[in-house]
């Protein structure tokens, strides 16, 4: 009897529904598996209070491919991109420094801090933009492997050698400056303003556990201006619903190509027959078959849960082992009574439909990295902060909101170990530092949620709660992402393929990851 | 002021950061409130836009042969109508070309509210030659707001005394808002869930004021024409002097367009007895138009080649344009689009099309000219239904 599936995937992450749905777009028979009860994996929305969406995990969409929002249609299924109108960074002495969308608007502004630095904006905004188109191609494709000889590797290296001999001089330099030094030494070339470094910093220590002046954290910056490249695709905003509507888009492309998606099915392994993949087992028991199993989990429970060492080469399992976790970011979701009253910026405003920023300065992001270097959490910690139900009213009952913090540090390996204690003691440390810029904020709480990085590890399987599935870290990105050798998609084990943010190009809601291993499936399938 | 001002001017005026102005029938309406009109945009397909739509044109139409007035005037039947009914129509010369189109509303048995683009009084006054009717130009004295997008209903809700639960896609209630009296049609312009709001200019401050207090917790904002135009597009909606030559203004026979040749063969009802153009458009049915109207989508492959050919990234139109574009199929000329702009919300480069009936099966594929850095180049295009879009919760 014929297979009822061509290809199972495990995880119903974006990442595995992206892939599902291009492979069944493709016409193969699919199976989606999900531990969970629901979809959706770091992209998931939920109403965790009565009348209160929340964006559990990622609430912004960073990177979305737009060619999966083409491919898959995503808008006719219920995506909508809102745009975020800017970045309000409130400051300890009640100033304040925001960015804003509106040219004008953003240069007076920074005028009122620097005159140097508004007109260094535009040139280093120009210089981030050509940076990232000469990077973007690299998103789309499976890296190749330099050390390889093989046809395809050697192809894919003299694209990439012609991109770079293409970029020319100016922009060649400051590819190599981004990839070798920190965000904030390559934010000092250009900026003066302490909150402005700060602010675009931080977008090279999300998910680390690195701060801002740990050396390859600039390259990160880069990716801030891919999602402006894709400007017109709102590949950076807000899904309205949360970014559970993301998953919940791809799910329904996925479905409308005739992909099947079982929740509450937990994969425990992945059936191996003389070396081949051949199927799942789920932790009921049950077997499930079918010729190609792809894991959109990390690299850490793919090869060491499903699989197990015992099949696996040993340069892998080192690999594997030395693959960088660590995870380091935490959320703290609030039900509100009132909108956040910033005492920078009394009121409702603009400036509450954008990101709100806790990063006065440098050495204010150093120093809660000095904590969690040392196995504490951030006594002030870094956050990034929206209020989804200014931007969707649908997220929250009218008048009241729903607030999203993401929060750093707060390492895996705490000191003494996570206990319910040390949760909520991180939550009241978040709240008391935001209370300090907002001191309505205390007494408008009607519900909070913090989730900690082995929250993260146990509600969705991220290993040590990682939200990339691994470090963004340049030693574990590209041709080395997850391991050198593998980091095409397959692996040693026939029949078995790796779809997840753990694979290249990486983490954030981008797609990426699940259509280039479709792609590459599907080339194979032929 | 030689541009006028609508009554809510005092109110819209403080608002428009972005002082961006347009005219519109002679009055100033906005462009956009913000310095970008992205904002106002979305929240007409997120939450809900409140738009000052007084510069239409208004008659009250009055008498015991009203509706045989206006059923020999425009091409749906009227007289058909109950009273809440609003109707969507074109109206015609006696060639059967559209001199304007605007919305029947059944006000009473014996009353109406014709809205129009165009300055009409003369030409109903002289369709009326021998019926006991009384027409009335109320422009001035009846302001109107669109309140259009997904919380509109729940926005309206808190205002009104009833009526709005239940009222169905193009039906009209009378009702008031904080004791003004309103009539509140279930209409618009945007292809979404929406309403239409007439009251007497001297309400207009306090109703918008209303409106202004509890949408605020809805996510509404104020928008402008930059936000309406993109909608209007997504939905397929036409826009007279853009997208036709009113008959009334045509200075050749190409500048004519029949309602077949606007897509608009459902307004035309040759059931009634006898209406202007009535004969025209019978023939003109049996024959077939020679022209329709159309949505192209531009193929965004052949739209980025175009881009990277010169080494840019792709740059599409934000806010929409107004002209007429060639439409290409290889090398002869299929027709052109007359409005066209990027979707954020479906995220396409969508355009509305005027083409020749062999090129206008959904699915042909043509060529629309653009310009690229300074050069004349042609994207892929493909003709496909209209609206856009069109969500359940239009007419739910
Ligand atoms: C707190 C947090 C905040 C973030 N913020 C942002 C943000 O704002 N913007 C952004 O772009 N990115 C953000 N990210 C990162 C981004 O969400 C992730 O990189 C991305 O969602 C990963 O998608 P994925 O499909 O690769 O993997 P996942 O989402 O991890 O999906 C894996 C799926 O596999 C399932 N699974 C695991 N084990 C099993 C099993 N044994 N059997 C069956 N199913 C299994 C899981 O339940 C899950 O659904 C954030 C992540 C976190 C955790």
Known sequence: MAAPYEAIVIGGGHNGLVCAAYLARAGKRVLVLEQRDRIGGAAVSEQLFPGFTFSVFSYVVSLLRPEIIRDLELPRHGLHVLPLESTLTPLPNGDYLAQWNDHDQNRRELARHSLRDAEAYDEFGRLMHLMSRAIKPILGMPPPDPASLLPRDLMGMGRLGKYFRDLGAERFHALHKLLTMSSADYLDEWFETEALKATKSASGIIGALLGPRSPGSAYVLLHHYMGELDGVFRAWGFAKGGNGSVSTAIAAAAMSFGATIRTNAPVSQVLIKNGRAVGVVLNDGEELRAPITISGADPRRTFMQFVGAQHLPNELVDGIRRFRFRGTSAKVNLALSEAPNFTCMPGVGAHLRGAISISPSVDYLERAYDDAKYGEFSRRPYMDIILPSMIDPGMAPPGQHVMSIFAQYAPYDLKGGWTDAKRAAFGDTVIDTLSEYAPNLKTSILHRQVITPPDIERMIGLTEGNIFQGELSLQQMFFLRPIPAWARYATPIEGLYQCGAGTHPGGGVMGASGRNAALTILGKMK | ?396
């Open chain 2, 1 to 396: 002021m030689i541009l006028k001002p609508t009554p809510f001017h005092p109110r819209t005026s403080v608002l428009c950061e972005s002082h961006a102005w347009r005219r519109w029938s002679g009055y100033l309406a906005a462009s956009s409130y913000e310095l970008s009109h992205e904002r106002e945009y979305h929240s007409i397909r997120n939450a809900a836009a409140l738009f000052d739509i007084t510069p239409l044109y208004k008659y009250r139409v009055q008498g015991r042969d009203a509706a045989r007035l206006l059923d020999r005037v425009v091409t749906r039947n009227v007289a058909r109508t109950k009273v809440g009914d609003v109707l969507y129509t074109p109206w015609c010369d006696h060639r059967g070309k559209v001199l304007d189109d605007g919305t029947v509303a059944r006000l009473g048995e014996q009353l109406f509210r014709l809205t129009s683009a165009d300055p009409n009084l003369r030409w109903l006054e002289d369709c009326a030659h021998g019926l006991d009717v009384d027409i009335d130009d109320v422009s001035e004295q009846v302001a109107a707001l669109a309140l259009q997008g997904p919380t509109a209903r729940a926005i309206l809700m808190q205002l009104t005394d009833g009526g709005l639960e239940g009222l169905k896609f193009f039906r009209l209630t009378a009702t008031s808002i904080r004791g003004m009296p309103v009539e509140i049609s279930r209409t618009g312009y945007t292809g979404d869930l929406g309403f239409e709001i007439w009251m007497q200019a001297e309400h207009a401050l306090a109703i918008w004021d209303a409106l202004i207090e509890v949408g605020a917790n809805y996510g509404m904002a104020p928008a402008g024409m930059f936000a309406l135009d993109v909608a209007r597009i997504e939905a397929g909606l036409m826009l007279i002097d853009v997208d036709y030559v009113s008959a009334r203004k045509a200075l050749i026979e190409s500048q004519l367009s029949s309602p077949f040749e606007l897509d608009l063969a459902w307004t035309v009802n040759t059931d009634k007895p006898s209406f202007v153009g009535k004969e025209a458009l019978v023939a003109e049915q049996a024959r077939g138009p020679a022209w329709q109207f159309v949505g192209v989508v531009v193929d965004w492959d052949s739209f980025e080649r175009l881009y990277l050919a010169v080494g840019l990234a792709p740059r599409v139109p934000i806010p929409a344009w107004r002209m007429s574009v060639p439409i290409f199929s290889g090398g002869e000329q299929a027709g052109y689009a007359t409005s066209g702009g990027w979707s954020p919300l479906l995220k396409k480069y969508i355009a509305l099309a005027h083409l020749q009936s062999k090129w206008a099966a959904p699915g042909t594929s043509l060529e629309m000219e653009l310009t690229v850095e300074h050069r004349r180049k042609r994207a892929i295009v493909t003709v496909v239904k209209k609206p856009f879009f069109n969500p359940a919760r239009k007419r739910t």
